[in-house]
């Protein structure tokens, strides 16, 4: 299976399953509790990126071998630069490096499920605030690790997110004290959709894909696409209008006249059209 420059086979530090239109991509450092370094970031990249140039793909998971989702950025790795002249040259590039996995995926055409069990801290909380929705089992703790370690609250899209999820007041509050979640409160808060046993986490996730999937392929990708826009819309007029060109842009797929002859006969649709 070919990625964006590499094979799932030279991936080290994830591991990636297809399941037809499905893709399942696991951290796989459960040892290290699935810490991100910069090879972990690498590689999460390169399949992101890889993404949208692969349409057969339509919907891809994210989760996590062993018993943490990923305990943040590894502070003994390269996700810091060593002191001396130029850190602060070393650390843009670094920063970008990692801000960049948060970017790919939510530009990538395809949903993101993911699902978090044990912790996910500073970076790892980031990742599960880039996907498109999020399933917790009942131990899943999640925080702002960033602020315990004399840094910013807001990294890696998280004072651009976590508000956009669960509103200004509760973002306040654990951004600015680096206060785990716990699951309930995730779910009361509307940051998680489910909290289900970690056994069912898969099971669960696959199901919201197959619901998925009964979308056309170019109707689910713009869905993705119009949400990203809609987010920022500066008023009512001007989401309108995005909808109203997306809606008439899709009228014209082959995929639109066999999604109403199949619901007309009351069958499933069998889309073809790329």
Excluded: W
């Excluded at 070919?2 to 951290?27: C, D, N």
């Excluded at 669960?204 to 056309?216: E, F, G, H, Q, Y």
């Amino acid at each position: 299976m070919q990625f964006a420059g590499r094979t799932m086979s030279e991936y080290r530090t994830i591991t990636v399953e297809a399941r037809g239109a499905v893709e399942i991509l696991s951290l796989d450092r459960p040892e290290a509790l699935n810490v991100l370094t910069p090879e972990v970031i690498d590689e999460l990249a390169d399949y992101y990126d890889g993404l949208h140039r692969r349409s057969a793909v339509r919907v891809t998971i994210l989760r996590a071998n062993g018993r943490a989702f990923c305990a943040g950025a590894d502070l003994g790795s390269q996700a810091f630069a060593e002191s001396g002249s130029g850190r602060a040259h070393r650390q843009t590039d670094i920063q970008q490096r990692y801000a960049r996995v948060i970017r790919l995926m939510r530009s990538c055409p395809q949903p993101v499920i993911c699902l978090v069990q044990g912790a996910a801290c500073g970076a790892g909380f980031s990742l599960l605030l880039a996907a498109d929705i999020r399933y917790a089992s009942p131990e899943a703790k999640m925080n702002a690790a960033y602020l315990r370690i004399g840094l910013g609250g807001c990294d890696l899209g998280s004072g651009y997110l976590l508000p956009r999820l669960v509103g200004l007041a509760a973002a306040s509050e654990f951004l600015l004290s680096g206060r785990f979640i716990d699951a309930p409160r995730a779910l009361r808060m509307g940051l998680v959709g489910e909290v289900v046993p970690a056994e069912q986490l898969l099971d669960t996730a696959l199901a919201m894909a197959a619901d998925m999937l009964r979308a056309s392929p170019l109707g689910l990708r713009m869905t993705k696409e119009t949400l990203n826009v809609l987010i920022d819309a500066p008023s009512l007029e001007a989401a309108l209008m995005i909808e109203n060109r997306q809606q008439v842009i899709l009228t014209e797929t082959a995929d639109h006249r066999e999604a109403v002859a199949a619901f007309r006969e009351r069958r499933e649709p069998n889309y073809g059209e790329r």
